[in-house]
């Protein structure tokens, strides 16, 4: 009897201690708890399914940087925000440090010193911006690390401090639509902050005024934002109430918002675009009626959710007062831990994290997860270079999945899109040109062109030096009609000049036909016609016509005889370009025979290597250490 007393004495009067400190006016923190309830959490087998794509995810960098939070991209490069307050990009073997924007600290428990970057977004010039949990919304040049405050947070915006600046997104004309968390508790905090009344809100800086703007308050945690395509809306994530909210910015309803999503099995914190107009959501844990998330089930009991916060002040006190009068290692790391993030996720019995793929309607298109446990605590899911990569708050990693393997339908689209779109094209012209002296010299390609075998003919955009050509019947060299430069007959030792005129060839949609450079006649050889047609469609060619009457001309029959030694020396010299690609001049084919040169035009598969080779320079994703 003596026990059971002792033990009913001590539940007396810890239920006296904690009623004194629920109801004592005045003691810490200053913030309300009322009443409120939201739609909980549904298990997701009512919704949608859930596929194990997340399996295997490859981890890279593991124990070398802590919390990757989110991520941002421009012009091929992967940047994210890490723990100690540094924004830094991701290359391929290593990271390196970009900008920080706190003070110099000593470790990860001096955060609100260090400075911790959240959110990140480009605007279409290239300029990053950034926003940092304990100074503001800042403005960098990633080129030279230089960076301007946009937002500070120690500025009240409607009287009240942003105490958590998370996520920002920016519009086409600059605007920067970014969320505060709460405006009662820093993020170190967190933990009270989810237990105390809503407070975050979804805030507008106008770039022309320069002036903060709220658009929504009073949200359960606000995270992670994003427009839409049109930015007709935008979606803000309420980690706390797990679920999304929208609010036009457009149409007849601007102004007003809704419920995009709701009773998410999990708590919702970053989104990124999926690049097909919807949305990636990240549900960093996992709640449904089997594990329920404890400060979803007591908001309908504020007086609890008070007595709570109360406890973890008196808890920090003797700490902060220790502090205060003799700084030290250990009661600055208790003062951190007590109410973090951080300290509470042992709460997070099932370790599971979902990525969600929506459609600008809101409805869900997949449903992401890792069966075996490997993927969890993660934040934000973000498609850069064929991979979804994967950010966490905590974990010392960065993880990533194959596309094809996470998303397969997105990156069959993905493919499609790219496939289905129109190749830039010239339009065709009746114009008649001229040919002109030039020594302007080409690039040649280094892929093997083809060669036009019975019709060979130089070609008219293409300015070249042909070499001497000799006629078979006089033995009288000919001169280049480009470079009008003379060359001296053999046999008779004087210069003889040949000039060129424009004929038409036959165009594969046009059908017309091809005429012959000496009879005028159209040529109605199949062989003739499909050996013209190997030219490049945008390029004309020049044939060499009848001589003025002081100067030799080349027959029909001449040239008929000489085809095919043509076509061997093309060959020959086709060899020869292939060991030689850095020539910088165009080579003709030339004849003994005959009066004809081939100038061979640039073939497609060089352009394909020269975008293949741009590519190539770009930065690549980090692979596996």
Not at 82 to 105: A, D, L, R, T
Request: overall charge positive; proline content about 7%; glycine content about 6%.
């Amino acid at each position: 009897m003596g026990y059971l007393k002792s033990i009913g004495t001590v539940i007396i009067y810890i239920g006296l201690f904690l009623s004194v400190i629920t109801f004592l006016p005045g003691l810490p923190p200053e913030t309300d708890f009322s009443e409120y309830s939201i739609k909980l959490p549904t298990e997701p087998q009512n919704r949608f399914e859930l596929k194990n794509r997340l399996q295997g995810a490859e981890v890279l960098f593991s124990g070398t940087i802590k919390g990757p939070e989110s991520f941002a991209s421009y012009n091929g490069e992967l940047y994210t925000g890490i723990h100690g307050g540094y924004v830094v990009k991701i290359e391929e073997n290593h990271i390196v440090p970009i900008v920080k924007f706190g003070k110099k600290c000593d470790g990860l428990w001096q955060e609100e010193k260090c400075g911790r970057p959240l959110g990140l977004q480009f605007n279409k010039k290239g300029e990053l911006f950034v926003a940092d949990a304990y100074y503001g919304i800042f403005k960098v040049d990633v080129n030279t690390r230089q960076y301007i405050n946009i937002v500070n947070n120690s500025v009240p915006i409607n009287g009240k401090i942003p105490k958590v600046i998370n996520a920002l997104d920016i519009a086409k004309n600059g605007d920067i639509y970014w969320t505060d968390s709460s405006t009662d508790f820093v993020l170190h905090d967190g933990v009270n902050a989810f237990l105390a009344n809503p407070s975050g809100r979804l805030i507008r800086y106008n770039v022309v005024t320069k002036k903060n703007e709220v658009l929504l308050q009073n949200l359960a945690f606000a995270n992670g934002v994003l427009l839409s395509d049109d930015e007709s809306f935008i979606i803000v994530l309420e980690s706390l109430t797990s679920r999304i909210i929208k609010y036009h910015l457009k149409g007849p309803k601007m102004g007003q918002q809704e419920i995009f999503v709701e009773a998410l099995p999990g708590l919702p914190d970053n989104v990124h675009s999926d690049g097909q107009g919807g949305f990636l959501v990240t549900l960093i844990q996992y709640v449904d009626p089997e594990y329920p998330f404890i400060a979803q089930s007591l908001m309908p009991h504020p007086y609890i959710r008070k007595m709570l916060v109360r406890l973890l002040y008196l808890i920090e006190a003797p700490f902060k007062l220790l502090q205060d009068v003799y700084p030290n290692y250990y009661a600055e790391r208790v003062l951190h831990s007590i109410g973090s993030f951080d300290t509470s996720r042992i709460l997070d019995t099932k370790e599971t994290s979902i990525v969600l793929r929506l459609n600008k309607a809101g409805n869900i298109l997949d449903a992401l997860y890792s069966e075996d446990g490997s993927v969890h605590s993660i934040c934000s899911a973000y498609i850069h270079n064929g991979y979804l990569w994967l950010g966490s708050p905590w974990n010392e990693y960065i993880m990533r999945v194959p596309l094809k393997q996470a998303l397969p339908d997105l990156k069959d689209s993905m493919r499609k899109q790219a496939e289905n779109e129109p190749l830039p094209t010239v339009a065709k012209k009746n114009v008649k040109l001229e040919t002109k002296p030039t020594n302007a010299k080409p690039i040649v390609q280094g892929t093997t062109p083809k060669s036009t075998t019975t019709t060979p003919e130089p070609t008219a955009k293409v300015p070249t030096t042909q070499k001497p050509v000799v006629d078979s019947k006089t033995q009288k060299p000919v001169a280049d009609a480009k470079t009008q430069k003379p060359i001296v007959d053999s046999t008779t030792q004087k210069p003889v000049t040949v000039t060129t005129t424009k004929k038409p060839i036959a165009d594969t949609k046009t059908q017309k036909p091809v005429v012959d450079s000496v009879t005028q006649k159209p040529i109605t050889d199949e062989k003739v016609l499909k050996s013209t047609m190997h030219s490049h469609p945008t390029t004309t060619t020049s044939k060499p016509s009848s001589s003025p009457p002081t100067e030799k001309t080349v027959t029909k029959e001449t040239t008929k005889n000489t085809s095919k030694d043509i076509k061997k020396d093309n060959i020959k010299e086709n060899k020869k370009d292939n060991v030689n690609a850095k020539t910088s001049n165009v080579k003709t084919e030339s004849s003994e025979k005959g009066n004809k040169a081939t100038v061979r035009p640039k073939s497609d598969g060089s352009v394909k290597d020269n975008i293949r080779g741009t590519q190539s320079e770009k930065s690549k994703p980090v692979e596996k250490k």
